[in-house]
């Protein structure tokens, strides 16, 4: 059987409860007491904005009287995508050239031709809309010609964007 001696017990209880104290002072006077809590998480970065819809080109193009005045412009499409938008030529002086030709061309990854327009200008320029669905994915290509005794301004608007000039 243990004999436990009371004076010995008391006397370590007194030590154990100064060195707690002493503990919960140096606790208190150090700040460990108040530890923030864990950090919530960063809030998730806002979403990157959506790449425009539509594609602006303005350009001047050059007359085309003697030799085809003509630019293409190229888009890496996918299979069933929607495509549309139109084509303006302008000048000043339209009207000289009410019997020229303009076309706009459109032609799939196969190169078969699968939009064309052409017509006469008018006055107020040559517009022409357009609109296509893709059959298949790769490389689509715009042409836009005139055969103008004078520059012209062309102005297009497409969708969807990513249209470059080759």
């Known amino acids: ?7 010995k017990t008391s006397r370590m209880v007194l030590w154990i409860t100064v ?3 002493v503990v919960i002072i140096v606790t208190v006077v150090t700040g460990c007491y108040n530890v923030p809590p864990p950090s919530a998480p960063a809030p998730a970065p806002a979403p990157a904005p959506a790449p ?3 594609q602006i080109i303005n350009i001047p193009m050059s007359p085309g009287s003697v030799t085809t005045s003509s630019v293409t412009y190229t888009n890496r499409l996918v299979a069933g ?8 030529l302008t000048d000043t002086y339209a009207s000289v050239d009410w019997s020229h030709t303009c076309c706009v061309k459109v032609f799939d990854p196969k190169t078969t031709c699968i939009f064309k327009n052409c017509g006469e200008f008018q006055e107020g320029g040559f517009y022409r ?14 042409q836009i010609q005139h055969w103008s005794n004078y520059s012209r301004d062309l102005y297009i608007e497409i969708c969807p964007a990513g249209w470059s000039r080759v």
Do not use: Q
């Open 52 to 54: 425009p819809t539509n």
């Open 81 to 88: 995508e929607k495509v549309e938008g139109f084509v303006r």
């Open 129 to 142: 809309d357009f609109d296509f669905n893709t059959r298949y994915e790769g490389d689509y290509r715009i």
């Open 1 to 7: 059987m243990i004999h436990i001696n009371s004076a």
């Open 19 to 21: 060195l707690l104290t």
